[in-house]
Structure formats: C-alpha cells, structure tokens
C-alpha cells in the first residue's frame, strides 16, 4: 500500500539482524550512523505502535525504506521516543536492550570513526539469515566471515551469545594448547641454545590470559544480555559460570604445560643464572698425567654445550670433578649422556646434590673424596606446587640411576624423598648401594 507522503529510499550502509526474547529484529544503518529498525518486526513486542500509514504523517523524517524489498524502517531514536511512556514490560526490555546493545555501541562506534576511518560505514552489507538454535548451527557460525570478527576484544562484549561465546573461546584455547604441547616437545634440546624457546613461551601465556580474560567478561555480558533478552536468571547464570570455569581451568593448564620454560626464564632472565662453570686443570702426581675437568656452580640453561665444548677442547680429559647444588634436571641428564658416551670418571671433593648427581653416577669409575658429599631428592619445578609422588620426571631419574648400576632399595629411598629435602647418605652406603666405586685418597 502506497503511503503519504511517499517515503524517501535511505541508502543503507549496513544491514544485519539481532536477537531478543527469542525474536529478531531487523536493523540498518546509513553512512551517518543512525539506526534504523523495521516497522513490521517491532509490532511483535507491542500492538499499540501507530499503523505505517500514520507513522508516515506524524513522523515524515523518521521513516524511510531501506532495504531491496522496499519495506518501512523508523529511526531508532525516534522508537523509543513513542514507546517510552508505556509500562508493558516487554516493550521496556526492548527499550533497555535497544539501548544496551544498539545505540550505544553505534554512537561509540561513530564517535570513533571521527579519528579511525576503519570505523567509518561505506557500503551495504547482505541480511544475515536469522540464527539457528542448533548447536552444530552455532559451530558452524564461527567460521561465517559476517559472524566472525578478527578483532579479538569482540568476544569480550558479549555479543556473540553465550553459546558462541563457549565455542569461540574454546576453539582458540585449543589452538593455544597444541602450541604449547608443541613448544614443550621441542624446546627442551639441550644441545642448541633452547632458551630462545621461553619467550615464544612468554607470548603464548600472556595471550593465553588476554584471550581467557576477554572470554570471561564476554560470558558474563551475553549472560546479561540473554537475560535482558528474556532468558531466565538461572540459564544465564549458568551459562555465565560455564564459561567462566572453562575460561580459568584452559589458562591454568597452558601454565602448567609452559611453567618449565617460564622457570628458565626466570632463572636466566631475571636470576641471571648461567651454565656450570668449566676450569682445567692438571691431574693428581699418582694418577695418571691426564688433565682433569672442574665443573663448578649451578646447573643452569647452557651446561650441557659447556661440558660438550671443554671436552672438545681438551680431547685427553679422563675425569670430571663436580661440585654443584644441582640443577635443570634436562641438562643434568645432558650432561650426564656425555660423561657415559665419552667413558669419563667422576669425581666428588665436596658438594654434589639433585642434578648433580645425574652427572655423577654416569662415570665409569666414580670417585668420592673425603669431604665428599651427594644429595639426593625427587625433582620440583618452580613455581609448582610440590607433587607428593614421584612424578614421571622422577621415574625417569629413577630408571637412570638403576641403569648404572645402583640398587633398587636405593633408587626408593631417593624417590621418597621429598623435593623440599635432601638425602645425603654416608660413605659407605654410597659404596654398597653401587653409587660410588672408589675412594679419593
């Protein structure tokens, strides 16, 4: 039916469909950035709005056609002008959420556009088909290019929904897992300088808790929304507390799969601690003539090329003397791969704990001095709470010392010992537990 005065055509620079209380709404938006909503579709909400025909006399500026079917849109502004004195209560959800999530959001997005032109509308864009309730629907809707917004704070505001909220966080939150599966697998070579490895470690974390963080406040707005929406409190407090558990529990798992590669940041960052310390010197009048390697201090990111390039250095090296606290378990047991390929024997003159020991009982001979002294405890990595069983890094540890020959009593009595304390058995059950072969005169 023909109206009068004729309505003017509105170029549309963007066209799309929103949902609430189970309904949709069609909206458009000229190159100015006003809103405009469907006649037709908010006649389900009220039945008291004015026919088309004397919408067209009382308010000629505010309706316009703008879309290719040519039907009748009112400028949202000018809605809630009419709609505000009534005290139906769907009529006042609709207006709190028209202002919630429409016009509020439009008048940012233009007040941003004054200094972005990204921000600014230049051309229409298709009606998107109304959302289906099912749930591979919603899978499928995150790879809708209409849908998806590259910008990664969008999920943060709550208007993909609570179900599509759940599934792009989660989507994501996998792919970030695979990296960090990926990056723990092939970091952990010490014979290459890995420590390069921590900051990709670093990144992944932090954009780990942006993404979590931003997936949690997007849950608690779409549950806000839904509600507004008509959804009932306890679905959307439900939804909301879905997410969010989901959220928290995805970004303590990256942290625990990257906690080892952020102890060794912080250890060669902010600790500045570095590789054991090479020194060599003569052997002992007695013995034998060979030079003799001194590995002194921590067994930090690095040891293992350390040890590698003072025995290729000094190709005539027999034994090892070592003096450490301990260490990264990973180059404990690199270095401990070079002292048996090499058949080298160690030597103990003083301290030689955790790590260290590793080390040690790889020696084809394995001297302990006087003052010699060997500690002994399950492994722990910082920043972890302390595992009260043996671990598979302990078990690993466990399977070392038996294959080079210490007893299994002993290899126990290691594995009971917590990480936050240290075995230091005496001399002679060194030697009869098949951990030390000689005595140092």
């Known amino acids: 039916m023909a109206l009068s005065p004729p309505l003017p055509v509105m170029p549309a ?48 500026h505010a309706l316009a056609r703008c879309d290719d079917t040519r039907r009748v849109y009112l400028q949202a502004e000018e809605l809630v002008k009419l709609l505000s004195g009534q005290q139906d209560v769907a009529v006042l959800k609709l207006l709190n959420w028209l202002e919630a999530f429409v016009l509020r959001p439009a008048r940012q997005r233009a007040e941003w556009a004054r200094t972005d032109p990204r921000y600014r509308l230049q051309r229409a864009e298709p009606e998107l088909e109304a959302e289906s309730t099912t749930f591979w629907a919603s899978c499928q809707s995150l790879v809708r290019p209409s849908h998806w917004d590259p910008r990664i704070w969008r999920i943060s505001t709550g208007v993909y929904g609570l179900r599509r909220t759940f599934l792009a966080g989660l989507s994501v939150v996998f792919l970030t897992l695979g990296l960090s599966s990926l990056i723990d697998e092939l970091a952990w070579n010490v014979e290459k300088v890995y420590v390069a490895w921590t900051w990709v470690a670093i990144a992944l974390v932090v954009w780990a808790g942006i993404w979590n963080l931003a997936w949690l406040l997007g849950g608690l707005r779409a549950a806000v929304r839904r509600n507004l929406e008509g959804l009932p409190v306890g679905l959307a407090a439900l939804g909301a507390i879905g997410n969010g558990v989901v959220a928290v529990w995805s970004f303590g798992v990256v942290l625990g799969m990257l906690s080892a590669s952020l102890s060794i940041f912080k250890s060669y960052y902010v600790d500045s601690e570095r590789s054991i310390q090479t020194l060599v010197m003569p052997g002992p009048d007695g013995l034998d003539t060979a030079p003799m390697l001194y590995l002194k201090g921590k067994v930090g990111v690095g040891s293992t090329l350390a040890l590698k390039a003072a025995l290729e250095e000094n190709p005539d090296i027999r034994r090892v003397v070592l003096r450490s606290p301990g260490g990264l378990i990973v180059e404990g047991m690199g270095m401990a791969q070079l002292v048996k390929t090499r058949q080298l024997e160690t030597v103990v003159l003083g301290e030689c704990a955790s790590a260290c020991t590793l080390v040690y009982v790889a020696g084809s001979k394995r001297w302990l001095g006087r003052k010699g002294e060997l500690g002994f405890h399950r492994s722990f990595i910082p920043g972890e709470p302390l595992s009260l069983v043996p671990t598979a890094e302990d078990r690993g540890m466990g399977d070392w010392y038996a294959e080079n020959g210490v007893s299994e009593s002993f290899i126990n009595r290691v594995l009971d010992t917590p990480a936050n304390d240290l075995w230091t058995p005496p001399p002679d059950t060194l030697m009869s537990n098949g951990v030390s072969t000689d005595v140092w005169q």
């Not at 189970?22 to 006649?43: F, K, P, T």
């Open 13 to 60: 620079a963007r066209l799309w469909k929103e949902r609430h209380a189970h309904r949709y709404l069609s909206l458009a938006q000229n190159e100015d950035g006003q809103i405009w909503v469907l006649v037709q579709d908010v006649r389900q909400w009220t039945r008291r709005l004015p026919p088309d025909s004397i919408l067209a006399q009382r308010h000629p």
